[in-house]
């Protein structure tokens, strides 16, 4: 399979903490991408990464890329309850036509 | 909003009903694709179109039968599906098809009888 994982399945933390996730991937990739799923809604895309780089940051959030490793991490920094969703990894290449998604980990913002 | 409707939100279906889920992209994309979210498990690319034309999934039943008759409209044709198939039924659309961003819509939740 070349789906990715992500780690931890659940993660529950306190209002203003920082939240981490991790993603793993099996193939080459082009990109990653993160998305976010408000419960039985559609997924939101938050930020993409390019193979090339290694960091990068869009206001609370900061993305890493080790594409010798193949993993990311998510980083949301001062977290807020409306962050509370389930957030998923996605990564194009290695010949598929689409995304290739995780199982996603289960963030819960505790206030 | 984020520029791709579907219709209808909720759908409940007996095993030898037909019915037919909708999705529209408002963004002049040229790629449209199909997702199914289950419970517990990632979501399973069922069909992708680029400018109209298909690029199938060789792992979707035959019961599921998705129709493109332009860039910004995507059809899944559904028949006597199996309680199986209850799922979040989810459309997206890119600029073009592979690597790029995705943009979903809010999903179709089936239920199968």
């Not at chain 1, 559609?42 to 010798?68: A, P, W, Y």
């Not at chain 2, 039943?61 to 028949?79: I, Q, V």
């Amino acid at each position: 399979s070349q789906q990715g994982e992500e780690d931890p399945q659940a993660l529950s933390i306190q209002e203003g903490e920082n939240a981490t996730m991790n993603c793993s991937y099996k193939t080459s990739i082009n990109n990653l991408q993160w998305y976010r799923q408000n419960s039985g809604r559609g997924l939101v895309h938050l930020i993409l990464i390019r193979s090339n780089e290694r960091e990068k940051h869009s206001g609370r959030l900061r993305v890493t890329l080790d594409t010798s490793k193949k993993s990311s991490s998510l980083l949301i920094t001062a977290s807020r309850a409306a962050d509370t969703a389930s957030y998923f990894c996605a990564h194009s290449g290695g010949g598929a036509d689409g995304l290739t998604f995780g199982k996603g980990t289960h963030l819960i913002i505790q206030p | 909003e984020t520029g791709v409707t579907q219709t209808p939100r909720h759908l409940v279906m007996g095993m030898t009903n037909k019915k037919s889920l909708k999705c529209e992209q408002h963004l002049g994309h040229n790629a449209m694709y199909w997702y199914k979210q289950s419970a517990k498990k990632p979501l399973e690319l069922m069909f992708v179109y680029s400018l109209e034309e298909r690029v199938e999934n060789n792992s979707v039943p035959s019961r599921f039968s998705p129709e493109c008759p332009n860039s910004s409209h995507l059809f899944l044709h559904l028949h006597t599906l199996q309680p199986e198939d209850s799922a979040l039924y989810l459309c997206a659309s890119s600029q073009a098809r592979g690597w790029e961003t995705q943009y979903f819509g809010p999903g179709t939740r089936l239920l199968v009888l």
